[in-house]
């Protein structure tokens, strides 16, 4: 496993921007961003494929506003939330672990990660 230490989230308003950042002991692994709201199941934001090629992999909800990055050389993972929404609202989580299968099937998928931060609190306020 490896450990992942999240920071960057904060309070905003409708509309404002933040950036999450996740410093990784490791870094060749697929990551992840997944967020989970009070009452809901944990789910999937954006994914970033181990490799060198960038693959990128992001749930509907936040394509277009949100944008996942890594920088290998410093073990780090970065989250850019654009237009945020009060509906994004959420604890957001870094995962890293190995995808299997289908990697744009699975990547969003809480089962395919066996190392997580403890988490960074996202509110957006209307």
């Known amino acids: 496993q490896v450990r992942l230490v999240e920071s960057g989230g904060g309070s905003v308003q409708a509309g404002g921007s933040l950036r999450l950042s996740c410093a990784a002991s490791g870094y060749s692994y697929d990551m992840a961003w997944f967020r989970q709201a009070p009452g809901k199941e944990r789910e999937g934001v954006a994914a970033?494929?181990?490799?060198?090629?960038?693959?990128?992999d992001y749930a509907d909800s936040v394509k277009g506003r949100f944008t996942i990055s890594r920088d290998n050389a410093k073990n780090m993972m970065f989250l850019q939330m654009n237009s945020l929404k009060p509906e994004d609202t959420a604890l957001y989580y870094c995962?890293?672990?190995?995808?299997?299968?289908?990697?744009?099937?699975?990547?969003?998928?809480?089962?395919?990660?066996?190392?997580w931060g403890q988490g960074t609190q996202v509110t957006v306020s209307s």
């Open positions: 970033i494929y181990r490799g060198g090629s960038g693959t990128t």
């Open positions: 995962a890293a672990g190995f995808v299997s299968g289908d990697w744009y099937r699975t990547a969003l998928r809480v089962a395919e990660y066996n190392s």
